[in-house]
Nanobody, 129 residues
Framework: QVQLVESGGGLVQAGGSLRLSCAASGRTFSSYAMGWFRQAPGKEREFVAA????????YYADSVKGRFTISRDNAKNTLYLQMNSLKPEDTAVYYC??????????????????????WGQGTQVTVSS
C-alpha cells in the first residue's frame, strides 16, 4: 500500500513561488495516476492538477494553468507541484492524491476526488497580499 506525505508549504507574498513535494512509500508509485487538490476554509476540495503514471499526460484547472506545473519522478517516488505567480486566492491546504486507476487521466473524471484512493495529510499554503 502506498502512503503519501506532502511537504513544502508555507507563507509567501503574492507573486512569489513555492514548490510542493509529495513523497510516496511503497513499490507501486509508478503505476498510480496522481493529482493535486486544494481546500480553502469553508470551501469544497477542488482539483488543481493531474498526471498520468508515466508523466506523459497532464491536466490543470483553469485557475492555475500557466502558473503551476505538476511533475513526478518515479525513480524517487515523488510528486511535485511548482507554483509560480501565486495569488491570495491560492491560499489553501494542498493535498496530493493517488489513484490505482492508472488510466484515470485518460478519462473524463480525473478531476473528481472520489476517483482517488490515497490522500496525504495536506500542507498549508498561505499567500499574503
Amino acid at each position: 500500500q502506498v502512503q503519501l506525505v506532502e511537504s513544502g508549504g508555507g507563507l509567501v507574498q503574492a507573486g512569489g513561488s513555492l514548490r510542493l513535494s509529495c513523497a510516496a512509500s511503497g513499490r507501486t508509485f509508478s503505476s498510480y495516476a496522481m493529482g493535486w487538490f486544494r481546500q480553502a476554509p469553508g470551501k469544497e476540495r477542488e482539483f488543481v492538477a493531474a498526471i498520468s503514471p508515466s508523466g506523459a499526460i497532464i491536466y490543470y484547472a483553469d485557475s492555475v494553468k500557466g502558473r503551476f506545473t505538476i511533475s513526478r519522478d518515479n525513480a524517487k517516488n515523488t510528486l511535485y507541484l511548482q507554483m509560480n505567480s501565486l495569488k491570495p486566492e491560492d491560499t489553501a491546504v494542498y493535498y496530493c492524491a493517488g489513484s490505482k486507476k492508472s488510466f484515470l487521466v485518460y478519462s473524463r473524471t480525473y478531476y473528481a476526488t472520489n476517483e482517488y484512493d490515497l490522500w496525504g495529510q495536506g500542507t498549508q499554503v498561505t499567500v499574503s497580499s
